[in-house]
């Protein structure tokens, strides 16, 4: 039987790492690390080699590494042609997680993917393996072990609390925020945004709490009442991404209410 281990990571900083992730990549014969394309490839590939070799500085494991076909972005398309990309760019990595699964891994050995922060928000890993494996016609046994995920790190950082006494917090992709109603809006994640989707809610009495790189080095906060640090936060956005080249932010928007805690 084949084993494949799906580990989250956390959000790039080898501290997020539970117990149980490192129990995880212990067992692992090989690393499968798909790459990424563009500038913070490096980066990006640089911090799982880090936490690879702080786990196993010994090291006894393989590394298998294939460009990974990049994430469609694709704002400007309607639903359904949005859909249909994001259908092709899971068929591709699909026909990646065969290929890795069928060649590269043997009898009895275990897999590792290290992936993201949480690999249950955001990431359709666990179910395109899921699917995959059910095509295989050797068994592989799948895990999954959580992470901690950008908006528990955005939070904790913050020092706020995800949800305030009695109320929901929903989690949204920039996507969504740009054809959301604002005034429907209370209390909200926004993950994925790569049009700065807040500028949509000014002027509705809302607060922002805004991270970039979260957990990393290189970690930017910003925080305060949306239509006083919008300009600063459109700002600092641009500078980062300036200088990297890629920017990872999250950040969770709140009506402010008289009174609540
Ligand atoms: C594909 S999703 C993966 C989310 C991941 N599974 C998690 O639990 O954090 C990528 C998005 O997560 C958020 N994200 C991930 N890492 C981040 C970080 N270090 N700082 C800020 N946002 C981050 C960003 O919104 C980014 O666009």
Known sequence: MKHCMLIGIGPGHPDFLTLQAMAAMRRVDVFFLLEKAGRGKDELLALRRDIMRRVRPDGGYREVRVPSPPRPRAVDLDGAAYRAIVADWHAEKRRIFAELLTRELGD???????????????????????????????????????????????????????????????????????????????????????????????????????GGYLGGDDEVLVAGALDEVLEELLRVKARLRAHKGWLMDTYLLRRRVQGAD
């Open 108 to 210: 009895g050995e275990t897999a590792g993917l290290l992936l993201w922060g949480d690999p249950l928000l955001y990431d359709q890993t666990i179910s395109m393996v899921e699917a995959v494996v059910r095509t295989l016609p050797e068994p592989v046994q799948v895990g999954v072990i959580a992470g901690i995920s950008a908006v528990q790190v955005l939070a904790a950082r913050h020092r706020i609390p995800l949800n305030r006494v009695g109320e929901s917090v929903q989690i949204i992709t920039g996507r969504e925020a740009e054809t959301v109603d604002p005034a429907q809006v209370h209390n909200v994640i926004v993950m994925l945004d790569y049009n700065a989707s807040f500028r949509r809610f000014v002027g509705q009495d809302m607060e922002i709490y805004w």
